[in-house]
């Protein structure tokens, strides 16, 4: 037990040290290509952050173990629980970081367009995905299509998300920078080529880090007896989706709502839509009391954001709550 522990601690440094890099990158490639905050954290740094936990369920689904079924649980479980996490936790953990700065009656204030963008497209998509477990097995061209429209919904996502930049830049929502790219510090010259050798270094330490502190989690969870589809809600979660909580809380404490609530929300339409779009083709995505309470909690999270989503900002009381609603869910699922 203590070599997992050892392990968890480690790969845990290895994703602190890759948000920075990532993060440093990340800005200076949007500075440079004069896009908006809301482009660089709802695409670029959603889909970057992102690539640990829509590589967990490919993996079990295409090369996991001889059980069939202990592989659907985990995807099935992956999938979910990343945008539960990343609706509930992840943003009450980022009110807690600014908590002390702003007092519980302050606010955060990420671009309001954009914020309400993303949430309206997750609410639409993560409602069908939710719709499409009732389907049975046994008609694989509706759920075939079902699949087709939530990769179409993205598609349509990112076309408006692109659409809007340069209006929001214009407003002076545009990706700042603060002080020089890291890899420049180390003598390296401040070019396009280097940013995108820095950014492809801070994914692949990303990559790294979540893989490994999986699999601490993994021996630590059977250790202690943990059902696979419990392990992939409750836990693994946690490990792939330290990259967005890590990033945003870095950009929260420094001013830049924008950026921080675009990787949260950008995340969640990125995982509401391709993910679930893998779940309906490959696995039995049947609804179980654990799943069910997974979606219904994630949705209510969900809109309880596009509902505060005011044009003075999100009230940080609001966002404490939706940290309740994950304790919420962790006490029903342990209930069972």
């Known amino acids: ?71 659907e649980e985990i ?20 009110a807690c970081a600014i908590l002390h700065r702003r007092g519980i009656t302050g606010f955060v204030r990420p671009e309001r367009s954009g914020f309400v963008r993303d949430l309206n497209f997750f609410i639409f998509a993560f409602t069908i995905a939710a719709v499409a477990m009732y389907l049975p097995r046994d008609v694989p061209y509706l759920r075939g299509a079902l699949s087709l429209g939530l990769v179409l919904v993205y598609f349509i996502y990112v076309l408006l998300t692109l659409r809007a930049s340069r209006d929001l830049v214009h407003q002076g929502h545009g990706t700042i920078t603060e002080g020089r790219m890291f890899f420049s510090r180390m003598g390296l010259p401040n070019n396009l080529l280097i940013t995108l050798l820095q950014l492809i270094a801070g994914v692949a330490l990303l990559v790294y880090g979540a893989t490994g502190f999986i699999h601490g989690i993994e021996g630590a969870s059977y250790a202690w007896g943990v059902s696979a589809l419990l392990l992939s809600l409750l836990i693994i979660p946690i490990a792939t989706e330290l990259p967005e909580k890590v990033n945003s809380i870095l950009w929260i404490r420094r001013g830049k709502d924008t950026l921080a609530f675009g990787n949260i929300t950008g995340s969640m339409v990125f995982q ?37 989503a005011r044009s003075g900002g999100l009230p940080i009381w609001a966002l404490l709550l939706n940290g309740v609603l994950y304790v919420v869910f962790v006490s029903i699922t342990l209930s069972r």
């Open 75 to 94: 995807g099935v479980g992956t999938i979910l629980g990343a945008p539960l996490m990343l609706s509930t936790l992840s943003t009450c953990l980022m």
């Open 272 to 308: 509401g839509t391709l993910l679930p779009a893998i779940g309906i083709m490959l696995t039995p995505w049947q609804p179980r009391l654990e799943v069910l309470a997974s979606v219904w909690v994630t949705l209510i999270a969900a809109l309880w954001l596009r509902f505060n």
């Open 1 to 71: 037990m203590i070599d997992i522990f050892i392990e968890l601690l480690l790969m845990l440094l290895i994703i602190l040290v890759a948000a920075e890099i990532f993060t440093n990158a990340l800005e200076h490639l949007g500075h440079r290509l004069n896009i908006s905050e809301g482009v660089t954290g709802s695409i670029f740094a959603a889909i970057g952050t992102a690539l640990p936990e829509t590589m967990v369920p490919l993996l079990a689904l295409f090369a996991g173990t001889k059980n069939i079924s202990i592989n």
